[in-house]
């Protein structure tokens, strides 16, 4: 493995100061000392060892790196501030069997919350009601309406998950009939908290437990603890026994994976070992999902997060929202195979229509001035609730934050929900709620990478203008965020399955711990199909004569496919990931294309 290959002028690795996906292409730096000392202590080849120092693990954290456990990263619950009292209400409408519902999201964070909740409350004997808002009829978050129908239906505590740290209207109207609401959230907010009675997030600014980079799950997997604690304490566990919070765990690394939120501390224990417990299949609504998508074996990032994930997400996104919820808190295999087939046929439809706006969007942001420090594209129509996914399908081929907005007409008022993601290094949410601020959102919030927000259409251009303003600052300095890393460079025949083996030892991966890539260099595509609706499946060769089979995912119609499916004879540098790939019961080696160079002279 070759790893000193950067340009000493630019620092780019093998000269790439300008790819096909626009990026500067750099080689990410592992400090040789710390290299050669994890490589001792642990036993390892040079190659992981430089992948783990590479990502700032010190030698010390080795060994908990590659065998992260919960219980060496597990806060105190008593460190989230109200966490104590949230346990404490929760307790007390247990015990004196009030009526409690369960309000969350309808992403997949959410319901993974509200299925963790839900089974802890029902081990104790309580049976929650579970409420999950329409995306199109009732928007993100509670609502002065909802929380009517609960009071109707006879509930007495709510609790909000992934939802309610910045609902200051719904939780007064709330209170005001007589609920008492304890909101668990992990969102970023202001020093303005929303009437509840108890408050529990990471990210408010009076908290200091250190855990702002868990999501809902998270966060709610935390609660539990905190649960058991107080239970423990109040001597409350008769017969039932002590839930065993950890069965919930493929459910909170659900959340957590979906949520996109940096795998570090606790929330890489929290995949870590929740991976092996869904890899058990015991959950009937996971194993349905499963079946559904054909997933065999193990259980991965990968499945998880675009398998099972979009799955869930496709019933709030264009069907029931409860419909996650619900298959994910039933124990009846049958309910779960029916409702996992309903949410399948959604996926497909969900896809479709995704497709359908992907297109018109596109073709807006094409038009849309280079220099730009975001791209918006809005439409009347959209669905809302598939233009967060096209979003970040966008964000990734521009390489800039895009925002997009559906527009719904209804006779003189036009309001646009938009959905956006953006790029490390530019804080899209924390703009959000500065336009809301400002007066030019009518809502909006969010966090670093993504952000909501509700806008009259007539004020998207002065929108626009304010957040292409305000972010071209951090865009300029995002630069080097934004460059693809690998972590060297390799010749064809070192593309191989013992390699792919080794590297998942540093696995889990996601935000925080991006999974491991390396270039090849001056390599001829030899081999190039389109495959599926917009996959391509190419070989490339170097000079060597040796070769790597690949794949490059949903690319076929940008610059990175059609220079595989027309290359000709021309000179590349590649980078991708090197992937085992099992096939008819045989592992075998492929290269997961991120992109492509044209290689100079």
């Given at each position: ?18 790819s ?16 050669t ?12 060892a ?57 992403d ?26 329409d ?36 939780l ?58 107080e ?19 493929d ?46 074996g ?19 996104r264009?069907?029931r ?17 029916r ?6 046929a ?73 959905s ?84 998942e ?21 030899s ?35 059609e ?6 004879e ?18 075998r ?13």
């Open positions: 493995m070759v790893t000193d290959v950067t340009t000493r002028d630019t620092g780019a690795l093998l000269g790439v100061e300008h096909l996906s626009g990026r500067k292409w750099r080689l990410r730096e592992a400090d040789e000392a710390a290299v000392t994890i490589a001792r202590q642990q036993g390892l080849p040079d190659a992981l430089r992948v783990i120092a590479a990502r700032g693990v010190p030698p010390e954290a080795a060994g908990s790196y590659l065998s992260p456990r919960l219980r060496d990263v597990f806060p105190d619950p008593s460190a989230l501030a109200d966490m104590d009292k949230a346990a404490g209400l929760i307790w007390d409408a247990v015990a004196a069997g009030r009526r409690i519902a369960v309000f969350a999201d309808y997949v964070d959410g319901a993974t919350s509200a299925a963790q909740l839900v089974r802890w409350l029902r081990h104790v004997g309580h049976d929650a009601d579970i409420y999950i808002p995306r199109i009829e009732e928007g993100y978050g509670p609502s002065a309406k909802a929380f009517e129908t609960l009071r109707e239906r006879g509930a007495e505590l709510v609790v909000t998950l992934d939802c309610g740290a910045a609902a200051h209207d719904a007064r109207h709330g209170a005001g009939i007589g609920l008492d609401i304890v909101v668990i959230d992990h969102h970023l907010m202001d020093d303005d908290f929303p009437p509840a009675a108890a408050l529990v997030n990471p990210n408010r600014p009076d908290d200091t437990s250190g855990c702002g980079h868990l999501a809902a799950a998270g966060v709610t997997f935390v609660l539990l603890a905190a649960l058991n604690r239970g423990r304490r109040r001597g409350a566990f008769g017969e039932t026994g002590e839930p065993d919070i950890m069965q919930w765990m459910l909170a690394a659900l959340g957590t994976i979906c949520d996109v939120v940096a795998l570090e501390g606790l929330n890489r224990a929290l995949v870590a070992q929740g991976l092996r417990v869904m890899s058990q299949w015991l959950q009937p609504g996971i194993k349905a999902l499963a079946d559904a998508a054909g997933i065999d193990e259980a991965s990032v990968y499945h998880a997060g675009f398998l099972i994930g979009p799955r869930i997400n496709a019933g709030g264009v069907g929202s409860d419909l996650g919820a619900h298959l994910l808190t039933t124990d009846d295999p049958a309910k779960a195979a409702i996992a087939a309903e949410l399948d959604l996926n497909a439809e969900r896809r479709s229509i995704e497709a359908a706006v992907q297109d018109e969007a596109l073709a807006q942001l094409e038009r849309q001035g280079a220099d730009r420090a975001i791209l918006v594209a809005s439409g009347e129509g959209w669905h809302p609730g598939v233009i967060g996914v096209v979003a970040g399908r966008l964000k990734d081929r521009f390489s800039k934050p895009v925002i997009v907005i559906g527009i719904d007409r209804r006779g003189e008022t036009a309001l646009g929900k938009g956006g993601r953006s790029v490390p290094g530019v804080n899209l949410g924390g703009a959000i709620a500065a336009a809301r601020h400002e007066g030019l959102l009518l809502a909006g919030g969010g966090h670093a990478m993504a952000g909501g927000l509700t806008v009259e259409a007539d004020r998207i251009n002065a929108l626009i203008a304010y957040l292409d303003e305000r972010l071209a600052p951090e865009l300029a300095e995002a630069g080097d965020a934004m460059a693809l890393k690998a972590d060297g460079v390799l010749a064809a025949s070192g593309v191989t399955v013992e390699l792919a083996e080794m590297l030892r540093a696995g889990p991966f996601g935000q925080g711990n991006p999974e491991p890539r390396f270039a090849l260099s001056r390599v001829r595509v081999f190039a199909k389109r495959v599926g609706t917009d996959h391509v499946r190419f070989s490339l060769q170097d000079l060597s004569g040796a070769s790597v089979q690949g794949i490059s995912f949903r690319t076929a119609d940008t610059p990175l496919g220079a595989l499916l027309s290359a000709g021309g000179l590349w540098h590649a980078v991708g990931r090197v992937k085992c790939d099992a096939w008819q019961g045989r592992k080696v492929q290269l997961q294309l991120d992109d492509l160079a044209t290689a100079q002279d």
